[in-house]
């Protein structure tokens, strides 16, 4: 087995590893789904928080302490230490979509990344329990989705141009200067759908839509992403192009069509 660094695991490790542990998350986040007495606070920023995102990110943390002492910790509801680029990290939304997760809407899922020293994310998984889909992939290995306990190699789509394409978004908050040009654009392609969060970038990552893309994102709601859609064959970038997923926002695209929407963005 291959290895990614003088790391004593390998990626078959890890990604066995974020499996288990997404195991472990969709234990706590179902049983506490759709429960009356589920406890929901507000962060600083004014969105929700459940008592199910707390039990769900801890119960990963102290299960990565266990198996990966070594490695670091990024998580939306414990925060993120200092990276200063010698350590492996992990990087955990414990529930992704929690504004459904608390009205009863069953799309939503744990995301789990891990990012090797170089800044690149080699291995994700999603798990969407109530969907009952979970997608994973690891550098140099495909991406794949289980449904019905049926595991299957999935790829992004192969249509070429704007104006025959799926567009997924989540919203029009946070476009700044090119809400008007992102609007305008719908009307110029194919069709546009309101999947939101994570399900439109695995959407991406299965073929069923062409780009889809989000002006506004943590970290945690992207590493699993990238992994994903990357190794389907497509690309994860922010809203200028930037690969990876370290900028504000994301764009999940087939690959072929990322220039024409960057372009179509920015209004010229």
Do not use: C
């Not at 690149?120 to 994973?136: I, Q």
């Amino acid at each position: 087995m291959n290895k990614i660094s003088s790391r004593e695991f390998d990626l078959a490790d890890d990604l066995n590893l974020a499996i288990e542990l997404a195991d472990i998350a969709d234990a706590i986040s179902l049983a506490r789904y759709q429960a009356l007495d589920l406890v929901i606070e507000t962060k600083p920023d004014l969105t929700p928080v459940t008592d199910a995102d707390k039990a769900v990110e801890s119960a990963i943390r102290s299960e990565l302490a266990r198996r990966r002492p070594n490695d670091l910790i990024v998580g939306e509801e414990f925060g993120r230490p200092d990276l200063d680029g010698d350590n492996y990290y992990w990087v955990i939304d414990p529930i992704d979509g929690t504004k459904n997760y608390l009205r009863g809407v069953p799309a939503w899922a744990t995301l789990i990344g891990l990012v090797n020293p170089a800044n690149e994310v080699v291995a994700g998984v999603v798990s969407a329990p109530a969907l009952g889909r979970r997608w994973h992939a690891a550098l140099g290995s495909g991406a794949f989705v289980k449904f019905n306990n049926e595991s299957k190699k999935i790829s992004v789509s192969k249509v070429a141009k704007l104006s025959d394409a799926s567009l997924a978004y989540s919203d029009l908050v946070g476009w700044g200067n090119k809400r008007s040009a992102f609007i305008d654009l719908q009307e110029h392609v194919w069709r546009t759908r309101g999947h939101g969060d994570f399900w439109a970038h695995m959407l991406v990552a299965e073929g069923a839509v062409d780009i889809s893309v989000e002006p506004t994102l943590a970290l945690w709601d992207m590493a699993a992403l990238d992994i994903i859609v990357r190794e389907a064959g497509g690309t994860f970038t922010d809203l200028s192009g930037k690969p990876g997923p370290h900028g504000a926002g994301a764009i999940s695209s087939n690959g072929k069509l990322l220039a024409e929407f960057i372009t179509a963005i920015a209004g010229k």
